[in-house]
């Protein structure tokens, strides 16, 4: 069955530090990864796409993609309160852009 | 980036009866479009996709006959949840991808009570 995993959190960080969310996937031949922000009550928005291996930075955000290991991670630098929010991995494991989702990372970002 | 304009936003419907929920690429045209249902602290569930004038494939345990997808033309697909029951009570979203796109572009997401 293919997975996508996350820590549901919270994940607690003090504003202007280093937020770090990580993900992890079953499928090995998965081509592309996305993470989205999505604020409650509302749909998910995308922040970062990435689809080779090493990072891809997009001012405060960094997306990391390892697929010998199979996760990638979003870095969210100089965290700010308004980043509250849950954060949805979500996997490309085939050609028809049918993604697989992970559970989400609720992130509070603390004052 | 792309318009994705989902409509209505939230409902409210008397159980038996039924709602539909219309999904439109406002500046692009969706050759594929996603329906997801989402349960409170609960991640995405793919319901079904479609592609403009072809029938709806949908994921396991989704009954086409309770959840009717329709994808008549390249800007606009609508889902109608068929008599209604609390139980579908849930926050529904489209997503929607075009040829040239690398990514689906989501819908507001409609939030549906039954009561």
């Known amino acids: 069955q293919k997975e996508v995993e996350q820590n549901s959190g919270p994940l607690s960080v003090p504003e202007g530090a280093i937020a770090s969310l990580n993900c992890t996937y079953s499928d090995r031949v998965s081509q592309s990864f996305f993470w989205y922000r999505q604020y409650s009550g509302k749909s998910p928005e995308l922040i970062m796409s990435?689809?080779s291996n090493g990072d891809k930075e997009d001012g405060r955000f960094t997306a990391q993609l390892n697929k010998a290991s199979q996760y990638v991670s979003l870095l969210i630098r100089d965290s700010q309160p308004s980043d509250s929010a849950t954060y949805l991995c979500?996997?490309?494991?085939?050609?028809?852009?049918?993604?697989?989702w992970g559970a989400g990372t609720k992130l509070i970002i603390k004052p | 980036g792309a318009v994705v304009s989902q409509h209505p936003s939230r409902v409210i419907c008397k159980s038996g009866t039924s709602v539909k929920i219309e999904c439109r690429s406002l500046d692009f045209q969706a050759t594929t479009m996603f329906w997801y249902r989402q349960f409170p602290k609960q991640s995405l569930m793919l319901m079904a996709t479609?592609?403009?004038?072809?029938?709806?494939?949908?994921e396991q345990g989704v009954e086409k006959d309770k959840f009717l997808i329709n994808h008549a033309s390249l800007t606009l697909s609508t889902l109608t949840v068929t008599s209604a029951h609390p139980e579908d009570s849930s926050f529904y979203i489209c997503s929607v991808k075009g040829d040239s796109h690398t990514e689906a572009f989501f819908g507001q997401g409609t939030r549906l009570t039954v009561v």
């Open positions: 979500a996997v490309n494991m085939g050609g028809n852009y049918q993604l697989i």
């Open positions: 990435i689809y």
């Open positions: 479609s592609n403009e004038g072809s029938k709806a494939t949908y």
